[in-house]
Each structure stands twice: as structure tokens, then as C-alpha cells.
């Protein structure tokens, strides 16, 4: 069983809806996650940084954190053709920043 | 501010040939790391460098050996390399206090 486990996809949605992106993991210790995005052929780039449980939002993206559930879920208002590309759920347990990544969920915002 | 560069894009290797991939970043972090990424398997990290001078074996070091040059720099060897090592290569780096890694634009690496 992985780490981290996450949805491949793709995920087909019409431009304007709500995307609900998640991971699952087994690691009880894990502390910091993250949410990168990645489009064709180009390197992942961060989108969103949670420490430990909890929300935060950062314009159309907001980052859940259920630790009780070992559960992270971004959520995408208003999802635009622009918004199409791989994401990646990541997490840490400590400050060595030795980040385990899920394997990416394939968005696709159709105009 | 270039942020962190990777060479080459794209390279072709036969079966048992070495090369070296070259990664470097401007912003004057101390961390630095290298992935691989395979479809379906997500970034795997391969060695990593805490600081100028050290380095630490990451999930998949097998066949690969790093070494961190100076602040800037951070290369990665593949001594003999296997089609099982066909894979796209991400360099990172971290600025110190902080969690958030920044990412090259990658190598396509070809073993055939």
C-alpha cells in the first residue's frame, strides 16, 4: 500500500464548477502538506501550504486538512480552462522537507 | 533570477552509457533535491542535500549518485544507466526555514 494515495483520474469538468480534489494517507506523523500543480511538460509549482489540521483559502483555492481522518481535499471555485493540469498532493512529517507525493489527479476544465 | 535551471532538457542514452544532469538555483537556498517521475508513480525522491556538503539517500537511490558542488549547484550521476532509469528528472530547492519547493523545468531522460 502506498503512503499516499490519490485519484488519477481525470477528472472532466465544465468551466465554472466546483472541483473537489483529495488524498488519502496512512502516516499518522505527517505534519505539512501540500498541493502543487503541474501542467504538460513543465515542473510541479506550489499552489497551496498547510500546516497540520485545518482550512485555508488563497482566492479560488481552498486546502482542507482532516489529520482525524488521515484526508487532504483542495477545492477549486469557479474552475477555469486555465485551471487544466496535474495536481499533486505532498506531505511531510518533519523539517527535512522529504516530501511523499501522491501520483497526481488529471484535471480537465472544458470551456 | 533564473530560479532553478536544469541541463539537459532531453537526452538519449543506450544501455550502459553515463551521464551527469546538471541543476543549479540562484536564490541562494540551502536545500536541494532530485525526483524522478514515472507515469502512475508520482515524484520519487532520489537523493537529497541539506546543506553545502552533505547528502542523503531519498526513496529510489539505486543506480544514481549525487554530488552537491557548492550553494548553487547539485548534479546527478548515472554511472551506468538502465532502461528501468527512462524517467522525466525534477530538481528542487527549499530556502532555508521554510517548506516550499521550488522545481526546475526537468530532463527527459531516454535509455534505450
Known amino acids: 500500500q502506498k503512503e499516499v494515495e490519490q485519484d488519477p483520474g481525470p477528472l472532466s469538468v465544465p468551466e465554472g464548477a466546483i472541483v473537489s480534489l483529495n488524498c488519502t494517507y496512512s502516516?499518522?506523523?505527517?505534519?505539512?502538506f501540500m498541493w502543487y500543480r503541474q501542467y504538460s511538460r513543465k515542473g510541479p509549482e506550489l499552489l497551496m501550504y498547510?500546516?497540520?489540521?485545518g482550512n485555508k483559502e488563497d482566492g479560488r483555492f481552498t486546502a482542507q486538512v482532516d489529520k482525524s481522518s488521515k484526508y487532504i481535499s483542495l477545492f477549486i471555485r469557479d474552475s477555469q480552462p486555465s485551471d487544466s493540469a496535474t495536481y499533486l498532493c505532498?506531505?511531510?512529517?518533519?523539517?527535512?522537507?522529504?516530501?511523499?507525493f501522491g501520483s497526481g489527479t488529471r484535471l480537465l476544465v472544458r470551456p | 533570477n533564473a530560479g532553478v535551471t536544469q541541463t539537459p532538457k532531453f537526452q538519449v542514452l543506450k544501455t550502459g552509457q553515463s551521464m551527469t544532469l546538471q541543476c543549479a538555483q540562484d536564490m541562494n537556498h540551502n536545500s536541494m533535491y532530485w525526483y524522478r517521475q514515472d507515469p502512475g508513480m508520482g515524484l520519487r525522491l532520489i537523493y537529497y542535500s541539506a546543506s553545502e556538503g552533505t547528502t542523503d539517500k531519498g526513496e529510489v537511490p539505486n543506480g544514481y549518485n549525487v554530488s552537491r558542488l557548492n550553494k548553487r549547484e547539485f548534479s546527478l550521476r548515472l554511472e551506468s544507466a538502465a532502461p528501468s532509469q527512462t524517467s522525466v528528472y525534477f530538481c528542487?530547492?527549499?530556502?532555508?526555514?521554510?517548506?516550499?519547493?521550488?522545481f526546475g523545468p526537468g530532463t527527459r531522460l531516454l535509455v534505450l
Open positions: 528542487a530547492s527549499v530556502p532555508w526555514g521554510q517548506e516550499t519547493q521550488y
Open positions: 498547510t500546516y497540520s489540521s
Open positions: 502516516n499518522s506523523a505527517f505534519q505539512y
Open positions: 505532498a506531505m511531510s512529517a518533519d523539517s527535512s522537507y522529504k516530501l511523499i
